[in-house]
């Protein structure tokens, strides 16, 4: 039985002093692991969703490096999200294990990186051209008489909301065709997804009939997978 070095993530410095989020995940993997299994070394990291900075994720893939252990994570759906994250981890090639998503393996990180990148490169592109055809109507952009300070926040909030559910839908998509190859059923599929933290756009749970429908909907080419 391999030995595991454990990775966790909390987005507050409070969350981290409190143990809100923290504990749950450590329970969740104290519950994942075999009688004969262990822990070998914990890292937690207290970061914001804005910044990119990892060091105790790369402190924890050099451990694993060197110890020979397997890198396992409480919570694949929210880090599937983080692009630096799955870069991180594509680079350095560690044998990884999630407990929310068990049957994901390193291909599988490669399509939800990739989903992540191109996602990034849209919400980028889409921002830019709305900006550009609001200039273009007349508006003057970034007045800041225009909105109060709890406008804008609402509004950021927002924004960050409405690309996390594009992103997440993006990826469980991704998911189901890559599933669906490995021959399970659509009710199977459903049963993952769901269990792993995907939810629809409207935020129910998947059904058969919701992933059939993504499986079979139009197939945009994924950076480096075509």
Known sequence: MPDYVAYYRVSTARQGLSGLGLEAQQAAVRTFLAPSEQIVAEFIEVESGRK????QLQAAMQAAKEVGAVLLVAKLDRLARNLAFLSALMESR??????DMPAADEFTIHVLGAVAEKEAKAISTRTKDALAAK???GHQLGTPANLTAAARAK???QRQANAQTSLANRQAAELARLYRSL???YRRIAAQLTASGYRTRRGCAFTAAGVRRLVLRKQEPVGGLR
């Open 155 to 157: 509004g950021q909030v």
């Open 183 to 185: 021959q399970w059923d």
């Open 94 to 99: 560690v044998r990884f294990k999630a407990v």
């Open 135 to 137: 200039k273009a109507r």
């Open 52 to 55: 990119n900075s990892r060091p």
